[in-house]
């Protein structure tokens, strides 16, 4: 998709506050402890690339993405710290991670079998990270037989280097803390069990980290707090505390393309869904569910000039429209969504108003919606 520069649509990422969160973890990492930052789906839709670089300066010992499509770009882009893949990579493209120094997820052991295979034939060496199932239910060994069987299989081959053995927590964002001990005795059980050595063993995600004491862990697989996010934030849940400052980093910002005035009669949108009972004032913005903002969002408030409009009509592919209480000219800012969490119109807000969690609207912001960086 190209990006619409010459559109008045902009995402806009905040690098300061990108260095706040990540300089606030890093003071409270446990002695010992390092962070690799998670940058996967372009960083959480911030930029991948930028928000390396700023994780690179503060000193993070690596990185963790999704895909190894995500890996390379970070390598294409000079980091040359560790940087691992969370996801399941087809064992056809191990030598590829391999010779660009990318460390895999190992999900089960066949895929530890077919993956030496083709690493014996091009003679090289993966690092590699024993993905353990402590109830996450996704990926990585649940069983003992064949975790005990993999530990045999990697002793004493040159094929691979264990540089970690990682577990994934399914609610640490949870106040319960029933499921989170279950998984950490889990966890344990199966590090009881090693018999090879991974240089880290790391289970703490951002919610696990700035919540919990759960068990010790070499690494903090930081994610969603370096984007100044509460990873507890979900629509039916208060969020928990975090302990660690978080400071949002994403803004969403448009201008009005059109503005007029409507009769009692006159509709708005596909479907016509509003219908004006008397003259209003109706603002039309150049932003639409193909940049990533849904059609459920029909009726949140977004910021037009210094006031809070709802969005009427049905969301177009392509443009939404507004009902303003005043006329307002052309070129008029629109804050879609705001990065100051005391905004009606903050992320988490517009999260809730979509049944959604915060993740999902900054990650469906896509491609359309050029990134445009700052520091404050
Ligand atoms: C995405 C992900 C993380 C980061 O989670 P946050 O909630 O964003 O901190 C850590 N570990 C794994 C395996 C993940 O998939």
Known sequence: MVPGIHRPAVVKVNLGAIKRNLENEMEHLEPNQKMLAVVKANGYGHGAVEVAKVANEVGVAGFCVAILDEALELRRADITKTILVLGVVSPEYVPIAAVNDVSLTVPNLEWLKEAEKYLKDANLRLKIHIGVDSGMGRIGFNEDADFIAANEFLKDNNNFFVE????????????????????????????????????????????ASIFHNGIKSDLVRFGIGIYGLNPSSNPDSL????????????????????????????????????????????????????DGFIRKFQGFKVKVGDTYCPIVGRICMDQFMVKMPKEMPLGTKVVIISDNPSDPNNIKAAADYVD???????????????RVYYEE
């Open 164 to 207: 970690g053995m990682f577990a994934h927590f399914a609610s640490a964002d949870s106040s319960d803390e029933t499921y989170f001990k279950h998984q950490c005795e889990k966890f344990n059980h199966m590090k009881s069990l090693l018999t090879v050595k991974p240089k880290w063993i790391h289970v703490d995600n951002t919610a």
């Open 239 to 290: 969020d928990l505390k975090s302990n660690i400052d978080l400071y949002p980093a994403l803004s969403f910002e448009s201008e009005l393309t059109h503005v007029k005035t409507i009769h009692q009669g006159d509709g708005v949108g596909y479907g016509s869904t509003f219908v004006a009972d008397e003259d209003t004032i109706i603002g039309t913005v150049p932003v639409g569910y193909a």
């Open 356 to 370: 959604t969690i915060h993740y999902e609207v900054a990650c469906l912001l896509n491609d359309r919606l050029p």
